[in-house]
Each structure stands twice: as C-alpha cells, then as structure tokens.
C-alpha cells in the first residue's frame, strides 16, 4: 500500500540541529525525497537519496535513510529562522514506466530566535 | 530559470461556477499533475497526464476535469465548483522517468463562496 507518514510539527530553537523523520510503506521505492514548502508558495525539492544509499550529505542538510525499517530521516544542522516552513517527504513508486510520488502529511518547522 | 507557472495565486469563484486553472511549464516535460493540498491531509494526486492529450485518475478525481492539448499547458476544470473544492491547487511537471523528483509551480489558492 502507499503511505507515507510524519509528524506534523517540530519546534527548535535558532543554531540548534532539527531533524525530520518519515516513515514509508512500499519497499520498492527507488528514489526518497525531501520537499521544503514556505508559506504562501509551492514545493521546492531539496534533495534526494537513491535507495541503495543509506546517507547523503548536502552542505547543512544530511539525509538518512533505514531500508530495513522503511525510515528516512532529514538533519537539517545549525538551524535557521528561514528554515521554517513545512517538510514533505515523498517515496517514488514505478507506475507504467514512470516514478509517481506519494508525498507524506508534511512537519511544520518552527524556528525560534 | 526553469519554472511551472500557475495563472492565478489566489481566486474566489462561487458555488456552481465553471473553473479552470492553467498551469505552464518551460522545461519540456512530458509528465505533468495537478495536486490539491489541505491542512492535515498532505499533498492528493487529482489527475496526471504523460502525454500530450493522455490523462489519467489520481486519487482524487471526483469533481475535476483536465486537459492537455499541448506539451507544456496542463488545465484543471471544476465543472461546478463546491465549496469543498476549496484549497490550494498545485501543479507539478517532471520528465518521463520522473527520477529526479518533481518541479513544481507556487500554487493557486481557491475559495469557492
């Protein structure tokens, strides 16, 4: 079945590391990714990790991901106030020859100052 | 830079109204989707379409219609509008393998009144 679940909400403090778990259904998946929405505008991808990887670093963002308990997890380190915003993760499921995302709920990041 | 563009950031129809949001991208895509996105709920596929004049069901059709005539245009049409149609509307491009995630535009939020 397809469903991609996470907590809706984290709250850190500014310089503090936030880190963002999903869980995943479909053991399948290729490709996991990491979607940042800001108020008011749509998705923007920030990254995402092939399935025969188990970690992927980009500058302050680390991603890991837990094939065998279907965990991916998103460490975003010295957090920032222009971090806040809302965190989808998405699987990618093969659908007639091309990857369908399914996206999680998404976690509203609050940073405070 | 590459971009999906939506025509519309914020609309107010009113119940029984015909609507029709456009949705453009510049990348030469083949896949293109439209999502709806309410609170709690994460992001609902509506349609998707793989190929000029192709189209396909999401999770979600019910109420909606779509059309795509050419490559780069993909529309979504309210054939009556209710007032549970009310939400952000998301669309989204990708290329055939759609392994590098999806691009998506910034939204059109709709009220129906």
């Known amino acids: 079945g397809e469903d991609v679940e996470q907590s809706l909400f984290l709250s850190v403090r500014e310089g503090d590391s936030s880190v963002i778990n999903c869980t995943y259904t479909d053991s399948s998946s290729t490709y996991l990714y990491w979607y940042k929405q800001e108020p008011g505008a749509g998705l923007q991808l920030l990254t995402y990790i092939f399935s025969n990887m188990d970690m992927k670093q980009d500058q302050r963002l680390t991603v890991l991901l837990n094939k065998k308990d279907k965990h991916l997890s998103l460490r975003i380190a010295d957090t920032q106030t222009g971090d806040s915003a809302i965190y989808f993760c998405?699987?990618?499921?093969?659908?007639?020859?091309?990857?369908?995302?399914?996206f999680g709920t998404g976690t509203r990041l609050l940073v405070s100052p | 830079d590459v971009k999906v563009t939506q025509s519309s950031r914020y609309l107010v129809k009113r119940t029984g109204e015909k609507v029709f949001l456009e949705c453009v991208q510049d990348m030469d895509h083949e896949n293109m989707f439209w999502y709806r996105q309410d609170p709690g709920l994460g992001l609902r596929l509506i349609y998707f379409?793989?190929?000029?004049?192709?189209?396909e069901k999401g999770d979600i059709p019910e109420g909606y219609s779509v059309s795509r005539e050419k490559k780069e245009r993909f529309s979504l049409i309210l054939e009556s509008a209710s007032t549970n149609q009310t939400s952000m509307y998301l669309c989204?491009?990708?290329?055939?393998?759609?392994?590098?995630?999806?691009?998506f535009g910034s939204g059109t939020r709709l009220t129906v009144v």
């Open positions: 989204a491009s990708s290329t055939t393998t759609g392994q590098h995630g999806y691009t």
């Open positions: 379409s793989y190929d000029v004049k192709m189209k």
């Open positions: 998405a699987e990618s499921l093969l659908n007639t020859g091309f990857q369908k995302l399914v």
